[in-house]
């Protein structure tokens, strides 16, 4: 139009004016169409700009860390889809809202609040967190608690190194074990699974680091409960507790803020080798105060006390002979215990489990839950206890010995013991016979009857006496074969002439072995013709020599020896001592002499032919002249010179002091 008006103007000049005149009517309506147009326009594009920029505001107020709220719009395997206002829905991962069994627990409406964890700059949509919203809250509370002292609840999750792992509302915190309770708790898998009252006694969200602290609420509640208990409880009393702990020696009984100690003498009247095997953690029982120190909040418990003892009534129940059959409850090196009821035992001790004397040891025989039969041998109300025996159920091998045993029996049987005195055979299970240690050899003497016989060797031996009421039986084992003596005096006589060992020195003469373990004596004046004052200068021990036998006493079994008179056998023997040699017995005497008559000094030299000079007659010669004299014909005369047969007799005296 407005080019339509210009074209006009151009093409008629003339009316110039008239044309200006009119177009200003024209102008202004189309300015004023136009101006409104604008308007409408700036209007528009005035509320476009200020609607994109409230939007852009909008989304500028989420940033990354932030709590919305906002409400779930889908539910999938991929996730959560939260509408929150922003320009894009947000997603959180569907594992925060599963529980543990495996059921969403979230619906499609359902308002929840969350916490932005990425917000993408791209059209990603923003990741969200449900359990970080949690935890917030958690820390929040877990502050609270500790700034008020207030407690807070947690679940007990695991045990760690020295105490528990707690989840509160998703925050991890540590309750030492120390601090688990106010006794002492030596079981921290008790409380696993649980859910428990805690104070927050240390608190650190920088360092992620909360301590609990249980005890410091029960200590509370057991402080006044103590404090009530002991105020209404004195010794006797019968009150009901709870089994808090167990251990070797007892149990720990919890009686209202108070532990008791129950201990395992206290719970049965029988034997009881555990404390578990009559209660459990937890258990609920009566029991009986027996001693109680309120300064010091001690207190002894007693169970068996409330109930009847047994021992009151054993004597009626268990007399002495009656046979009745229990349960091996113990066995030792010394016997084996038997319950007869509970809280009732009896002891069949080693020695009466069997007539034998070398039974095995009662670990060998019987185990602990076996049931026997025993009977009844005594019964101590004062002490408790009850004996019992086994073999008095079994025959007595004494009550056959009669018609098995004789005196002067030969019999074998085996080395069970050795004593001192002597050795102990047993012939057979529960029948021995003792050998005293004189009668283990016959010429032999022996120090101690070990150096002989060892435990466990067969030997043989005869009866020499039998006591079948008392159950003793004597052996002898040097009558079983023939003495040394008998086989010797057997072969030989007085005059004969033997070989002999000079086996040891005395001061009036030797010791001669003959055989094995028997001797013979020589006595000083026959080992020569010429006078010997100290035998050990002359022979020694060991030496062998010829012997003639001048005597044999067989009551005494001793043989008189002389060397100095073998070989002459044209000499009468003429034994005018009498010996008292004993076979090993180390004592020899000299007798007879003494009851001589002497003549005097001249008398014998009268009797004595001067012209032939010759040796020294033997004194035994010189005796035989003096006692042929006869008495009347003897002159007085002092004591002769008779050193031949002072001697003996010294020597004589001088061994009955040695002996």
């Known amino acids: 139009m407005s080019n339509d008006v210009i074209k006009e103007t151009e093409e008629s000049p003339v009316n110039e004016n008239s044309v200006s005149e009119e177009k200003e009517p024209v102008t202004s309506v189309e300015t004023a169409a136009d101006e409104d147009f604008n308007d409408q326009q700036i209007s528009a594009d005035e509320d476009f700009g200020a609607i994109l920029e409230k939007f852009e505001q909008d989304q500028t107020m989420f940033h990354s860390g ?69 935890r917030r809250k958690a820390w929040d509370a877990i502050e609270n608690a500790y700034n008020s002292g207030a407690p807070i609840t947690g679940l007990v999750v695991d045990k760690t190194k020295g105490g528990l792992r707690v989840d509160i509302n998703g925050v ?23 859910e428990i009252e805690a104070r927050v006694i240390k608190f650190s969200r920088k360092r992620n680091n909360i301590v609990l602290s249980r005890k410091a609420l029960t200590d509370e509640v057991i402080n006044q409960q103590k404090s009530e ?11 009901e507790g709870t089994i808090k702990n167990l251990t ?47 300064d010091k909040e001690k207190v002894s418990l007693g169970y068996k006390q409330l109930i009847p003892d047994p021992w009151s009534s054993v004597v009626e129940i268990y007399p002495v002979g009656k046979r009745l059959k229990g349960k091996i409850s113990s066995v030792t090196e010394y016997g084996a215990f038997i319950e007869l009821e509970p809280g009732v035992e009896g002891l069949v001790h080693v020695s009466e489990m069997s007539w ?13 839950g076996e049931e026997v039969e025993v009977q009844v041998l005594g019964v101590d109300t004062e002490d408790r206890r009850i004996s019992l025996g086994m073999r008095q159920l079994q ?117 001669v072995e003959l055989a094995d373990e028997l001797e013979g004596l020589c006595h000083i004046s026959e080992l020569s013709d010429e006078r010997i004052e100290n035998p050990e200068k002359v022979f020694h021990v060991g030496q062998e020599l010829e012997f003639k036998i001048l005597r044999i006493e067989y009551d005494n079994q001793k043989i008189g020896l002389s060397h100095r008179a073998v070989g002459k056998d044209d000499e009468p023997v003429v034994d005018y001592r009498s010996y008292t040699t004993e076979a090993k017995g180390g004592m020899a005497s000299l007798g007879e002499l003494a009851n001589l008559k002497f003549p005097s000094k001249a008398d014998v030299q009268k009797q004595t032919p001067k012209a032939e000079p010759k040796k020294a007659e033997p004194k035994v010669e010189k005796a035989i002249e003096l006692v042929e004299t006869p008495a009347a014909e003897a002159e007085p005369a002092p004591a002769p010179e008779a050193p031949a047969v002072d001697e003996p007799a010294a020597a004589e005296e001088s061994d009955e002091q040695a002996a």
């Open 229 to 239: 208990t002991l105020g209404k409880i004195e010794q006797g009393y019968v009150v």
């Open 356 to 368: 034998s004397k070398r039974s095995k040891s009662p670990k060998q025989l019987f185990r602990s």
């Open 172 to 194: 991890e915190a540590f309750l030492p074990g120390s601090l688990a309770d106010s006794r002492p708790s030596f079981n921290l898998d008790s409380f696993r699974g649980q």
């Open 66 to 134: 932030e709590t919305v709220k906002g409400k779930v719009i889908g539910v999938s395997d991929h996730g959560v889809v939260v509408d929150f206002g922003y320009k894009s829905e947000g997603i959180v991962p569907l594992d925060e809202f599963t529980n543990e069994s495996g059921e969403v627990t979230v619906k499609n409406g359902d308002e929840v609040e969350v916490v932005i964890k990425n917000i993408h700059p791209g059209d990603a949509p923003p990741i969200l967190s449900r359990i970080d919203v949690l």
């Open 248 to 294: 070797d020696y007892g149990a720990f009984v919890d009686i209202g803020g108070i532990d008791g100690l129950l201990h395992v003498t206290d719970m049965s009247w029988g034997r009881l080798q555990n404390p578990a095997d009559l209660f459990k953690v937890g258990d609920k029982v009566q029991v009986k105060i027996l001693k109680l120190d309120k």
């Open 395 to 511: 025959p007595n091998p004494w009550q056959q010995a009669a018609g098995k045993y004789r005196i002067g029996m030969t019999v074998e049987g085996r080395v069970r013991n050795i004593t001192d005195f002597g050795a102990f055979i047993e012939l057979e299970d529960g029948i021995d016979g003792l050998v005293h240690v004189s009668d283990i050899v016959r010429s032999k003497k022996i120090r101690h009857p070990k150096d002989v016989l060892k435990r466990g060797e067969e030997v043989r031996a005869v009866i020499t006496s039998l006591d079948i009421d008392g159950q003793r039986m004597s052996l002898s084992m040097k009558d079983i074969a023939p003495s040394s003596w008998d086989t010797f005096t057997s072969s030989h006589k007085a005059g004969d002439v033997v070989k002999g060992r000079i086996s040891r020195f005395a001061g009036f003469g030797v010791f």
